[in-house]
């Protein structure tokens, strides 16, 4: 061990040669600027377990139809959401494990093993020859795939803390464009044999296997990250007990990393307890977690709704859109929000803080949200642009109040707990997303049906109860619910 062996004052840094989060911490420090490199880990990682997740949703109902579990053609949706929720529940049970795994062994191991769980579980899956082995392969795939928790506490570990709102930023718009190029990559390399003929025959992998195109394209994407993450740095502090000056022994754990003073100060017994206090008694980790699974809530259950919308007859109140148009619109606002993010954010961040620009995402979005059913009134290229600029700024507002959230939930815990944390808040997350998606169905499969009420007639009633969601979120960013941490261990640790 090479560490210092000079007394040991407050305020000293001290790194040591065996930890890899010493090594790490000791480069941050002696480099000015933004993380590239580590930035791009972030992207990368998680891009990759965002693609498989939705990659599957333009092709599954022909999936399930191909499969013949479905005795009639109105049972496909009904056998299509089992296996759609089967990757949610899987991730929903496991996340806190592997949170737990994270801050034990480090954030690399979990990350590389899921990505290398990507590689096998999504290719499985497009090989599958029944209804079961689809629920199976997606159920491991979201089971052993943990790194989403891992990843969020990682963006914040590796670089200074005025560059952490990029990081952890980061992660929110990785997984929003990965939810959607996933299904780009899902509609268009499906049944190429179909799509395709004079490239791949019906004799051919791909003839057999009509959906097995894009899970490989996802995969081999995944193949490319995993040997990347061979240079990929560890974060985690990994002491072992050292004697102090006065002979005593000290254990250096998570709570005391190379970047804090080690030595006795005013604040060390505080931070001694902080360290040892129950996630689940640690109110300001979740407050947060609890506003940022509503607010799931809200964003997936608006994933769900808006192409029934868009797509839905003129006379039914939607807009009649093509899925092809409703790609676009994605697109537009994958790419938007990407540029936004890297520019925008950082700066709005650190005029409003996150609570703060939270509450403004919030308050913006309700009237937003309500615009929407007035749309139908107009058509044409008025009509496109206006969409997509609406889906731009709702995709802006939505991901700044998450990653808000992402941020106070970095601030309220300790490196060594962040990983269990983010564990905690995938897997509340993930039920939060399991239900969504068929309330909102529910919704507005009711909604169709009362056109000609006098109040909330048709898609009006569906998009308030979007926004009925919204308002609740917002009022729990107040006090005394919602409480910032009285610590701030991003700095700290």
């Known amino acids: 061990m090479a560490e210092n062996k000079e007394p040991l004052m407050p305020g000293r840094k001290v790194y040591f040669d065996d930890c890899p989060g010493c090594r790490l911490q000791q480069h941050i420090d002696s480099h000015d600027g933004i993380p590239y490199i580590e930035f791009l880990y972030v992207w990368i990682v998680t891009l990759c377990t965002a693609l498989p997740i939705s ?53 690399k191991p979990v990350i590389v ?54 990081g952890v930023s980061l992660v929110s718009t990785a997984w929003g464009i990965g939810l959607v190029v996933g299904p780009a990559l899902g509609g268009f390399f499906a049944q190429p044999a179909e799509n395709f ?17 894009p899970c490989l394209v996802i995969s081999v994407f995944a193949v490319g990250v995993a040997i990347a993450c061979i240079w990929l740095p560890e974060t985690l502090h990994m002491h072992k007990e050292i004697k102090t000056g006065d002979g005593t022994n000290e254990a250096l754990e998570a709570c005391s990393n190379g970047s804090d003073s080690i030595g006795h100060n005013e604040n060390s017994e505080g931070r001694g307890s902080a360290c040892k206090e129950s996630l689940l008694k640690n109110w300001p980790l979740m407050s947060s977690i609890i506003v940022y699974c509503v607010f799931s809530l809200y964003d997936m259950a608006f994933t769900e709704i808006f192409p029934l919308w868009a797509e839905s007859d003129r006379k039914f109140g939607g807009l009649k859109y093509s899925s092809q148009d409703v790609g676009v619109i994605l697109a537009v606002s994958g790419f938007g929000l990407l540029v936004f993010q890297l520019s925008l954010y950082p700066l709005l961040e650190k005029t409003f803080g996150p609570i703060g620009l939270s509450r403004i995402g919030a308050v913006l979005t309700i009237p937003l949200i309500t615009s929407f059913p007035f749309m139908a009134m107009l058509s044409g290229a008025v009509l496109f642009v206006l969409v ?21 939930q970095n601030k309220a815990v300790p490196q060594h707990q962040r990983g269990a944390a983010s564990g905690i808040a995938v897997a509340s997350q993930s039920l939060f997303k399991a239900v969504a998606p068929a309330c909102a169905g529910v919704v507005f499969s009711w909604a169709q049906r009362r056109q000609h009420s006098s109040f909330l007639p048709g898609d009006h009633m569906v998009f308030f109860f979007v926004n009925v969601i919204v308002f609740i979120g917002f009022l729990l960013t107040f006090r005394p619910f919602l409480v910032p941490p009285s610590i701030d261990y991003t700095i700290i640790t």
């Open 113 to 166: 093993f899921g990505i290398i769980s990507v590689i096998i579980f999504n290719t499985l899956f497009g090989f599958s020859t029944s209804y079961w082995m689809a629920i199976t392969t997606r159920f491991l795939l979201g089971a052993l795939n943990g790194l989403l928790g891992p990843i969020k506490a990682y963006a914040a570990e590796v670089c200074r803390p005025e560059y952490q709102a990029v």
């Open 55 to 107: 990659s599957l949703f333009p092709f599954l109902y022909f999936m399930i139809r191909d499969l013949h579990i479905a005795k009639r053609e109105e049972d496909i949706g009904f056998y299509a959401g089992f296996v759609g929720a089967s990757f949610m529940l899987g991730r929903s049970l496991t996340s806190i494990l592997w949170g737990l795994v994270a801050d034990r062994y480090g954030r």
């Open 197 to 213: 003929p004079k490239i791949f025959s019906k004799e051919s992998l791909f003839g057999r296997f009509p959906y097995l195109l």
């Open 388 to 408: 997509n600029c609406a889906s731009l700024l709702k995709n802006i507002l939505s991901v700044s109040i998450i990653t808000g959230m992402f941020i106070l």
